[in-house]
C-alpha cells in the first residue's frame, strides 16, 4: 500500500510541476459556440454544432473554433462565456434564451469582443441577436396534420411555455383550422427541452389519448422513436428525424444555422460586423422544411404550395381574423400581427385546448 | 472458492484521513491515462484540468462561487446525515429559501434600504428550515421516511418556484418570459472581487461554527451519539424526535441560505430554475469531505475544479464534456472504493456458508 501510495503522490507532484505550453502565435479568429445541451442532441444544439463546423469548412484557415456543450443556464453561463473571452475568442455564440443575462454582463466587460445571442431579446452595441421564424413550419406542419389525422387528435408536445413555444402551437393551429375547423390538439408539457425519457412518455401518454400524430418543440428524437413504435405519425423538430422513423416522419422544422454563422463570421473577419437583430425565416435559409414523406401526392402539393407562399412573402401565419380563446379579437380580418405580438405571444386561440400560461 | 468482503479487525485511523487524498490521487492517474487514450497530452491535459482554475484570480474567485453553495448546503447535510437523518432534499430546500428570501427582495428592494438584504438573507434561512421540517415533523409524528418525503418535496418547491415566476411574480417588462424583474442594488449581495460575493465570508464563517459545534459542543456530542447509538442517547437523555427537527431545520437552513445567496448574488433575480443539482451534488460533496465541516469546504472545491477544468478542457482541449463527467464518477467510485477497503478486506475464502463476520453486514 505504502510503495502504491508513493507512486500516486508522485504522479500528482508530476502532473503539477508541468507548466503551460506557451500559446502559438496565429492570427486566427477565435470563436466560441455556448451550447446548452449536448452537440449529440440530434435537436437544438445538434444543428448548432453543424453550423459551426459548417462555418469552420467554409472559412477554414481563418478561423479557430471551439464550442463548450451542456452549460448550465444562469451563473454558470457567465463563468463558460468569461472563460472563452479570456482564452482569447472575439466572437461568442451563446445559442439559448437562458444565456441571456450572462451574456450581456460579460459583453459590458468586455466592449472589444463581439457576442451574439440567439433567441433573446437584449442587445447592445457588441451584442447581437438571432433567431428563426420556426413558426412558419409549424403552420405548414398543422395543414399536413388536418389532412393525415384520422382521430382528429393530433399530440403536442411542449417544452416552457414561453411565448416561442406558444406562438408554435397557434402557428400550428391556425395551420389545422385553415384544413379543418374542427382539430383537436393535446398538449403535454415536460418543463425541459432536452430530456428523451419525459418527451418519450408523453408521446405515449398523447398516443393512449386518442392522438395519431405527434408534433413536438422539444429536443430530442424519442417521440419520433415512440411513434415509429406505435405505428403513428410524427413531425421531427430542429434537424431531419427521418433515420429514426422512416415510416413515420411528415416532416420536420429544419434549423439551418450554418449560412448565418458563415455570413457573421465573415463580417467579423471583414470589419463589417454590427449588432443586428435577425429574426430569419424560410426566406433566409435559417429555417428549412425537411422532404415532406409518407403522405399521399396531393398533401405534399398543398404542404410545397403553402411553403412557397410564406417562403414568397405572399402569405403570413398569423393573417387574421385571429380569435382568442376568451373570444376576442387578436387581429381582424386581413390584419397581420406585428413581430412584437408575435415575440411576447402569451395567450393561445380559439380551440386549442389549454389554458393559456398566465 | 469466492472473494469475501471482511471487516478488519483494526481499522488504521491515518488511512481513513488518506482515503480521500488516495482517491484524487488514482482519479488523476486515470484521467492522464484516459487523456492518452483520447490524444491528448496527458501532461498538458492535466495542467488544464486541475492546474489552470488554481493559476489566475479570476479562476479562483470564480472556484470559490461556484464551490460556495455545495459547501454551504453539504455542511448543513453533514450534519444530518452524522445524526442518521437522511435529508435528500436539500434542492428543494435550497429553492423554499431562494423563494422565501426572493419575495422579500421582489416587495422591498425597491426602498433601497440596507435592510432589505440582511432581510433576504433571514427570509431564506427561514424559508429553506421550515421546509426542512415538513419531513422531519411527518418522520417524527407518524413514522414517515424522510427519503420519499424530503425527495418529493423537491419537486414541489421547484414547479412552486416555476409557478411564481410565470404567474405572479413576472417581470411585466420581460416579453412575457418566465422571470422576475432584476434584483435592485439593495436586495444584491455585495461584490469583493469579480463575481466573488460577500456569501463566500458567509460560508467560510459557517464551516468554522459547524466545525466547533461538531467538535466542540454538546450539541455536537448529542448529534453524534444520537446517530451512531440511538439507545445508548436515550439512556443519556438524548431525545431522537427534537434532534431530527434540529438537524432537518440546521440542513434546511443552511440550503435556505446557499439558494438566496445564489439568488441574490451570481443570478440577480428568480428564474424557473436557480440551480443546476447543488442539493444534490451537496451529497457527494459530504461524503467526500469525511462528514466533517473542513473536509467538506476541501471537497467542495475538489468538485468546482472538476467541472471548471472540464469547461478549461472543453475551450483549450476540445475534450468532450463526457470526459469530465467519467471523471467525476471515476472519483466517486475511487473514495467509494477505498473507503470499503481501509474499513474492510478482500479474501479468498472455499465454498461454504458464509462466515458470520461476512460481508451480510454493512460497510459503515
Redesign the interface.
Known amino acids: 500500500?505504502r510503495a502504491f501510495?508513493k507512486g500516486?503522490?508522485a504522479?500528482?507532484g508530476?502532473?503539477?510541476l508541468?507548466?503551460?505550453?506557451p500559446a502559438e502565435a496565429q492570427e486566427k479568429l477565435k470563436v466560441?459556440f455556448v451550447y446548452v445541451g449536448?452537440v449529440g442532441d440530434f435537436g437544438w444544439t445538434y444543428q448548432h454544432e453543424l453550423g459551426r463546423r459548417a462555418m469552420q469548412e467554409a472559412l477554414g484557415d481563418k478561423v479557430e473554433s471551439?464550442?463548450?456543450?451542456?452549460?448550465?443556464?444562469?451563473?454558470?453561463a457567465?463563468?463558460?462565456i468569461?472563460?472563452?473571452v479570456?482564452?482569447g475568442h472575439k466572437l461568442i455564440f451563446t445559442t439559448s434564451?437562458?444565456f441571456m443575462?450572462a451574456t450581456v454582463k460579460v459583453a459590458q466587460r468586455n466592449p472589444e469582443v463581439k457576442f451574439e445571442h440567439a433567441t433573446g431579446?437584449k442587445r447592445l452595441p457588441n451584442l447581437a441577436t438571432y433567431a428563426g421564424r420556426f413558426y412558419q413550419g409549424r403552420y405548414i406542419s398543422g395543414q399536413i396534420a388536418a389532412k393525415m389525422s384520422k382521430t382528429g387528435v393530433v399530440g403536442y408536445i411542449g417544452s416552457?411555455?414561453?411565448?416561442e413555444v406558444v406562438s408554435g402551437i397557434n402557428a400550428f393551429m391556425l395551420g389545422t383550422q385553415s384544413i379543418r375547423p374542427d382539430m383537436k390538439v393535446k398538449i403535454v408539457w415536460v418543463?425541459s427541452w432536452f430530456d428523451p425519457g419525459k418527451e418519450g412518455d408523453a408521446a405515449k401518454a398523447l398516443l393512449d389519448q386518442g392522438a395519431d400524430i405527434i408534433a413536438q418543440h422539444t429536443d430530442s428524437p424519442a417521440a419520433m422513436q415512440v411513434a415509429a413504435e406505435r405505428g403513428a405519425l410524427a413531425f421531427g423538430q430542429d434537424s431531419d428525424m427521418i433515420k429514426f422513423g422512416p415510416n413515420t416522419q411528415l416532416t420536420s422544422i429544419i434549423n439551418d444555422w450554418s449560412g448565418y454563422y458563415i455570413d457573421r463570421v465573415n463580417a467579423a473577419l471583414n470589419g463589417t460586423w454590427e449588432s443586428t437583430d435577425v429574426w430569419g425565416g424560410l426566406d433566409s435559409g435559417i429555417l428549412k422544411m425537411a422532404p415532406y414523406t409518407n403522405m399521399p401526392d396531393d398533401v405534399k402539393a398543398m404542404a410545397e404550395a403553402t411553403q412557397k407562399s410564406i417562403h414568397d412573402g405572399t402569405y403570413k401565419v398569423f393573417t387574421g381574423p385571429i380569435t382568442k380563446q376568451d373570444g376576442t379579437l387578436a387581429a381582424q380580418a386581413g390584419e397581420v400581427l406585428p413581430d412584437p405580438a408575435i415575440?411576447?405571444?402569451?395567450w393561445y386561440i380559439q380551440g386549442v385546448d389549454e389554458k393559456a400560461?398566465? | 472458492m469466492r472473494l469475501e468482503l471482511q471487516r478488519r479487525p483494526q481499522q488504521s485511523r491515518a488511512m481513513l484521513l488518506w482515503s480521500p487524498v488516495i482517491a484524487v490521487a488514482l482519479t488523476v492517474v486515470t484521467a492522464a491515462v484516459m487523456l492518452a487514450v483520447i490524444g491528448v497530452d496527458p501532461a498538458r491535459g492535466l495542467y488544464v484540468f486541475f492546474v489552470e482554475p488554481l493559476t489566475s484570480a479570476w479562476g479562483l474567485q470564480e472556484l470559490a462561487v461556484k464551490a460556495s453553495p455545495l459547501i454551504l448546503i453539504a455542511v448543513g447535510l453533514s450534519i444530518c446525515f452524522i445524526a442518521n437523518v437522511w435529508n435528500i432534499g436539500a434542492e428543494g430546500q435550497y429553492v423554499a429559501g431562494a423563494i422565501l428570501g426572493g419575495w422579500v427582495a421582489l416587495a422591498f428592494h425597491d426602498t433601497g434600504a440596507v435592510w432589505v438584504l440582511p432581510a433576504m438573507l433571514a427570509a431564506g434561512v427561514v424559508g429553506g428550515a421550515l421546509y426542512g421540517l415538513i419531513p422531519a415533523v411527518l418522520k417524527v409524528r407518524f413514522g414517515a421516511n424522510e427519503i420519499l418525503t424530503s425527495l418529493m418535496l423537491v419537486y414541489v418547491a421547484q414547479l412552486g418556484l416555476d409557478w411564481l415566476v410565470r404567474g405572479p411574480w413576472r417581470d411585466p417588462m420581460g416579453f412575457n418570459f418566465p422571470q422576475s424583474v432584476t434584483f435592485l442594488p439593495a436586495a444584491t449581495v455585495p461584490l469583493i472581487a469579480g463575481r466573488l460575493h460577500v456569501g463566500v465570508i458567509l460560508m467560510l464563517v459557517v464551516v468554522v461554527v459547524a466545525a466547533v459545534m461538531m467538535a466542540r459542543s454538546l450539541k455536537g456530542f448529542e448529534i453524534r451519539v444520537v446517530g451512531m447509538a440511538p439507545r445508548a442517547g436515550r439512556f443519556g437523555g438524548f431525545k431522537e424526535g427534537p434532534l431530527t427537527l434540529f438537524v432537518f431545520a440546521v440542513s434546511g437552513g443552511l440550503a435556505g441560505l446557499a439558494g438566496i445567496i445564489e439568488v441574490a448574488g451570481p443570478i440577480g433575480q428568480l428564474l424557473p430554475s436557480v440551480s443546476p443539482g447543488y442539493g444534490f451534488i451537496a451529497i457527494i460533496v459530504a461524503f467526500l469531505g469525511r462528514l466533517n465541516p473542513v473536509g467538506i469546504l476541501v471537497a467542495g472545491f475538489v468538485l468546482a475544479i472538476s467541472t471548471l477544468g472540464g469547461e478549461q478542457a472543453q475551450i483549450l482541449l476540445q475534450v468532450p464534456l463526457d470526459f469530465t463527467s467519467v471523471l467525476q464518477g471515476v472519483l466517486l467510485f475511487y473514495v467509494l472504493a477505498c473507503d470499503t477497503l481501509i474499513v474492510n478486506r478482500i479474501r479468498l475464502v472455499a465454498s461454504g456458508p458464509r462466515t458470520a463476520t461476512g460481508s451480510s453486514e454493512a460497510v459503515r
Open positions: 500500500m501510495l500516486a503522490i504522479a500528482l508530476l502532473a503539477a508541468v507548466a503551460a505550453a466560441g449536448p471551439t464550442y463548450v456543450e451542456n452549460v448550465p443556464e444562469g451563473p454558470d457567465e463563468r463558460v468569461e472563460g472563452l479570456r482564452s434564451f437562458g443575462e431579446y416552457f411555455p414561453i411565448p418543463n415575440l411576447g405571444m402569451n400560461p398566465n
